[in-house]
């Protein structure tokens, strides 16, 4: 294993020893954990000289200045859902603490060097997620957004804020903050969180970009009935029009994917409803979501077009009403060109390959990406799976993608350097 | 309108002033609504020089003695569900009053001619239906069966009993004192609660049987997966694997039914829940009930094994598992061929017709069934629902199923008799 990856695995297990119980990692943005966390980590940032700094979203920045005030931004984050694992965000973060450390045991880089811990990633307790990041970004409406949400305790958001000494108002002002860096580049390293690169028995992934979202709610409208009394053709039932619709939804997720990991779409119905929701009832509503993602904009407005129709089609069939009612939506957020082929090489030199992939689950990277270049480099999950405390990435896969990471930063200083 | 018909209505419509309010009718059984319609109708029978009776179960029996012991009971049920309609239950309690008082009238009946307003049909409060007229028929175990029970406000079965003077000891003396009766034959007239006479036009029905139910709650269980990460060929998704077993329950419900009323079979997936339930989690679980219904006993089975096949099929295609689990299922309850011809002569001679068709919904006959020669009418329902104040039967239709089912309790008589 190289050094630097070593460095950066025992950071990762010493804040793991310090803030997961035996249901796994507990560092939930805004709770005491999380407060640990950040203690620790602004510890770990003193250690090396670098004075830890908070912006007015919480976000926690650490700089080592250069001799250019140009600013490469290395980010992710300390947060994790309740159960998490000890590596989805934290591995990002402490890479960034690993290029600072180098950097100070170097002189002076030739471009200034930040890390920075994005607030509340995860969304976990009040669910808005990349509430740090988008804050900084300036796609954030803290009072439209956050003002209303209550966590499952009845604490509402902006008192647990304050708990952090953060207000709405002093998150507006993190975006003026973040252009007041000067950043010229961001590079995040994650893991995967899904099983694309240990299917294909890759370490380290190249992140094309994060998938578009179309997140929706519908409501299918039939009419209640017995279920002795009414006979099957005079019926209207709501949830059969949104189990043909959820399968449809499949078939038109299967019908858009390619064959490459880079292709891939998906569509899912994560919530589902029905009402009266008795053994004896006909259904006579049914609530179901739908979740559909894409790298490719246009495949993502053909896709929510199908499903669309193919709502229609169940809706007539069952003989019920269907309403679309729009959650939330983002378009792709593609990787800059230059910095991705400094990762390709970089992963190339490291693992022999380079099989590329868009992320499905957003990042900070995603808020990044109309401000400033952005890359992505992923290390394999194994097993494929993340928020849970079983999350895992073997260690091999672990240092290479470390390396690889690093390798990446050098690359972006040297060509902005320049 | 015939002026026996005239008198039942006009009572039912008096109780439907005493126990309505803007939300339907109140009758729920053991609660104080309920007990005012006993009042009420204990005042009915002793007009018309009946002394009411109670057995263990809460049955309220009025008797008028005939020449012979031997005893034609007519039965329904006075309760109702919260917001209930006006005629669920009551038109045959009431229609059985009818029969009483022209009896007391004429002198002596040849046969002893009972009416028995059974105690919780509905099962409303605490779910399980048929409470009264089961444990008559001695099928009901109260402490197996009602001991655990409680309702939504945390009162227990037993001590709601316990209000309206009847304990699960008292209940176990019920069959003895229906056998000690000595029943001849049943008769019920019952609305229909559907919407097949109201489509073929007809204002009454001879009732064939009870369909036979198979009702089961399956668990399919796969993976929970993030909606992003998971790519649609590695996920085991729960949801679609219930989705295509509801699809399928109806495929084989339109398979297995004939063409016409008679020979209707249904299928319902009434419960669904999903886990996690999240916008952005592919379901790693899926729960859904199944409620089969049929009048054939074999059609009920080769349904029952064909979901089960479904359900096996749907599991493999979507990577998951699948176990069933029994909730409840009871046979087919024939109607008695003699009283069947009567049925259909009554009806015939009053409509011109006799159309034939099953009971999807349970009935208090059918506990009846197994005991005595036992047979039903059904009043048409217009607009097909029950359970909600809007139930209704128009005039002329309640007019024709009141005459025939009077036609049929004096063959039923003359029958007995001879």
Chains 1, 2 share one sequence.
């Not at 053709?233 to 038109?252: M, S, T, V």
């Not at 904009?297 to 069939?317: I, N, P, Q």
Request: charged content about 25%; overall charge negative; some cysteine.
């Amino acid at each position: 294993m190289h050094p630097r990856s070593a460095r950066v695995i025992a950071d990762l297990r010493e804040l793991a020893a310090l803030t997961t119980d035996d249901r796994g990692a507990q560092r939930v943005a805004w709770g005491p954990v999380w407060r640990t966390t950040r203690s620790w980590f602004s510890r770990k940032l003193e250690e090396i000289g670098v004075r830890p700094e908070l912006d007015g979203a919480a976000n926690m920045w650490g700089t080592v200045p250069g001799r250019s005030s140009r600013s490469l931004v290395i980010g992710s984050h300390l947060d994790s859902v309740p159960g998490g694992g000890w590596l989805d965000g934290c591995l990002g973060v402490l890479a960034g603490l690993e290029v600072l450390r180098e950097a100070r045991a170097n002189g002076v880089p030739p471009l200034t060097l930040r890390v920075v811990d994005w607030a509340d990633e995860e969304g976990a307790r009040f669910g808005r997620s990349l509430a740090g990041s988008s804050a900084s970004a300036g796609t954030l409406d803290p009072d439209a957004e956050l003002g209303h949400l209550v966590d499952r305790g009845g604490v509402r958001c902006g008192d647990a804020l304050a708990e952090n000494g953060v207000s709405f108002d002093t998150m507006r002002t993190a975006a003026a903050y973040f252009r007041g860096l000067n950043p010229a580049a961001y590079l995040e390293l994650h893991i995967e969180q899904g099983p694309v690169l240990e299917e294909i028995q890759e370490p380290v992934g190249v992140v094309l970009g994060t998938m578009g979202v179309e997140r929706h709610m519908l409501r299918f409208v039939g009419q209640a009935a017995h279920s002795g009394a009414a006979p099957i053709h005079l019926r209207k039932d709501a949830f059969l029009a949104a189990a043909e619709f959820a399968l449809a939804c499949r078939d038109i997720s299967v019908r858009h994917s390619g064959p490459t990991p880079k292709s891939r779409v998906v569509a899912t119905c994560g919530v589902v409803k029905v009402e009266p929701n008795f053994v004896t009832a006909v259904p006579g509503a049914a609530e179901i979501s739908i979740d559909m993602r894409a790298l490719d904009a246009r495949v993502l407005a053909a896709m929510y077009a199908e499903a669309r129709e193919a709502s229609e089609v169940a809706a007539k069939r069952h003989l019920v009403e269907v309403k679309w009612t729009r959650v939330w939506d983002i378009p792709p957020r593609l990787m800059d060109e230059t910095l991705l082929g400094f990762v390709r090489d970089s992963v190339r030199e490291v693992t022999g390959r380079a099989p590329e992939l868009p992320s499905g689950p957003l990042h900070d990277a995603a808020e990044m990406v109309p401000l400033v270049p952005t890359a992505m480099i992923f290390a394999q999950s194994s097993p494929g799976v993340s928020h849970t405390k079983i999350e895992d990435t073997p260690e091999p896969a672990l240092d290479a993608s470390i390396q690889a990471f690093l390798r990446t930063v050098d690359r972006t200083i040297t060509h902005f350097e320049g």
